[in-house]
């Protein structure tokens, strides 16, 4: 080899290297700057998740999964997406999948805690049976017992039907029940539109649109404040009255069977419809909260939907199909918060 021919293939040897160091940068640069859930809301660290494909995971500090916890940009916005299929692989205590916070942190009610979030809804379930109350429905905040019977003192829900611009904002109460937890029930309180006995006559015939309701892509935020036992809520949007309510969480409203709402007589049959309170209700019990899209919906979307009773598929397979058949829900919060109770305005 002449000196011509080395010179030539150093000259090569430095290309090489050069353009490959640069990919290589180029990649870094790309995985640097990617926007995470924890990037957007910065509480991560006080969570775990669990996905819509049974995925669990306790570290979401720079943690996303494509096709259910990620961002998306709007504009000037970011907003952390939760999505889950209508069918899928959920926790032991629900047949409902979620792609839904945990919070790691427990509280008594005494002690106190507070939860806000900013958020729409981007899309609930095409299918589903309108007499049925869960249906085309989505839960977006709660707080669940960790104790007893394990239930849950709130669940805000957001549910429209098929073929209506405006849904339905409401939050449901479930009583700690005494004695067996076959009789529990929810009291179910709306927000805006209707609360959750308003269902169709038939599986596809639906009741009216509600006047003052919230569509999909509206935005609108809540605040659960929990202090010295009792939980104090708030429900705001542009262009829709401010919301308020309050509920004792150790102290029953329901500890009688001359207390149980008329809601609960009528809706329930009457196995359930008896069912009582302990007085002291969730008094003494740990509680956490959770947030982000816990799917009410549980059927499939087609006939030709096999659903995950298919041995051919594997879940993210069917998970595809229902994506693309509308079964899901689709949940995007562009703020959130969560921390200790605070005074409520008319104790400060």
């Known amino acids: 080899m002449n000196f011509t021919q080395v010179l030539l293939l150093l000259s090569l040897t430095v290309l090489f290297s050069s353009c490959f160091n640069s990919s290589k940068k180029s990649t870094n640069n790309e995985v640097d700057n990617a926007v995470y859930p924890s990037d957007v809301i910065p509480f991560m660290d006080e ?33 952390v997406v939760y999505k889950t299929p209508n069918l899928g692989v959920t926790s032991r205590t629900s047949k409902n999948t979620r792609t839904e916070l945990g919070q790691i942190k427990r509280w008594k009610p005494l002690e ?29 905040g709660q707080i669940h017992s960790d104790e007893g019977h394990e239930n849950e003192p709130l669940k805000i829900f957001y549910k429209k039907f098929p073929g209506h611009s405006k849904g339905s904002v409401f939050w449901n109460y479930e009583i700690n029940t005494a004695g ?37 892509g509206e935005e609108f935020s809540y605040e659960v404040n929990v202090y010295k036992g009792v939980m104090y809520l708030t ?11 309050t509920k004792n969480l150790v102290k029953s409203d329901f ?3 001359i207390a149980i709402p008329e809601q609960i007589k009528k809706r329930y049959p009457a196995s359930r419809s008896d069912g009582i309170e302990r007085e002291n209700a969730y008094a003494g019990e740990l509680q956490f909260f959770k947030q982000g899209a816990y799917n009410q919906t549980r059927s499939k979307c087609s006939e030709d939907s096999l659903g995950m009773n298919s041995k051919t598929e594997s879940v993210a397979d069917d998970i595809e199909r229902q994506y693309a058949n509308g079964c899901y829900a689709e949940v995007w919060f562009k703020e959130a918060s969560v921390g200790a109770g605070t005074p409520p305005a008319d104790k400060n």
């Open 180 to 216: 067996d937890n076959a009789k529990r029930w929810d009291y179910s309180t709306p927000a805006w539109g209707y609360d959750n006995t308003v269902v169709g006559y038939s599986a596809d015939e639906y009741p009216d649109e509600p006047v003052d309701g919230i569509a999909l």
């Open 255 to 257: 500890a009688t069977k």
């Open 47 to 79: 969570w775990k998740i669990l996905l819509g494909d049974g995925t669990y995971n306790n570290k979401l500090v720079n943690y996303q999964k494509d096709g259910f916890f990620f961002v998306q940009n709007e504009g000037e916005t970011n907003w």
């Open 112 to 140: 106190g805690g507070k939860l806000t979030g900013t958020l729409k809804v981007m899309h609930v379930s095409s299918s589903g049976d309108a007499r049925v109350a869960s249906s085309y429905s989505v839960v977006v």
């Open 235 to 245: 429900f705001a949007s542009e262009g829709h009255e401010t919301v308020t309510f």
